[in-house]
Each structure stands twice: as C-alpha cells, then as structure tokens.
C-alpha cells in the first residue's frame, strides 16, 4: 500500500495482517485486535487468503470506500503538493528526519 489517496481503494488496498503489523511497526496481535474491531463495525473486511488459508487478507470495505477516500484525499494531496519540488534525496531526509522524531518522542532510539 503506497501512500497516495489511490492507494486507499480497489485491490491496493488489500493487505495481510503481517504486512499491515510490519508496516505498522506494531505486534500482529494488536493488528487482529484492531482489525476485528473493525471488521465488526463493517469498515474493514478480512478473508481468507486463497494461496494460504491461515492468512487474512484485509481490505477496505466496498461501501466505505467513498468515504474513507473523501476524508482521506485533501491530506493525500496536500503531501504530494509539498512534497512534489523536493528531489528524492529531500524527500528522504524529510522522511527520515519525522522517523527520527516520532522515535525521540516515543523514547526510541533510531539507528
């Protein structure tokens, strides 16, 4: 899953529980937790992953794509507009430099 408002919809929005934990830097329990809860209040929907039947497969729930893609497009589009004249170069320092921060704040240490 990229980013990018697009990403929010159709079939890039599918995921597996693991991917999402890992990407998430959080345990996949927590994952399943939040993704049950969810899932329960029909804004996500997990099925069975068809190459392996004891993954889930996440992904946004058809009737919430509308709105999940409205609240989410103006920030979407804002990144992209102050990120567009950075090089990839800045646009990597920038992240790194919020990974570093997010990581002081929460009394990580960084590598």
Known sequence: MSVGVGAYHGPSSL????????????????????VGDLSRKGILERRE????????????????????????????????????PLTPDQRQMFIDTLLAYEAAVGGEEQS
């Open 49 to 84: 992953d068809e190459a392996d039947r004891r993954r889930r497969i996440i992904g946004i729930a058809a009737h919430q794509q509308r709105a999940i893609t409205a609240w989410l497009a103006p920030g979407a589009s804002a990144w992209r507009k102050a990120l567009a």
């Open 15 to 34: 995921c597996r529980e693991n991917e999402l934990a890992a990407r998430l830097q959080v345990a996949p329990t927590t994952v399943s937790l939040l």
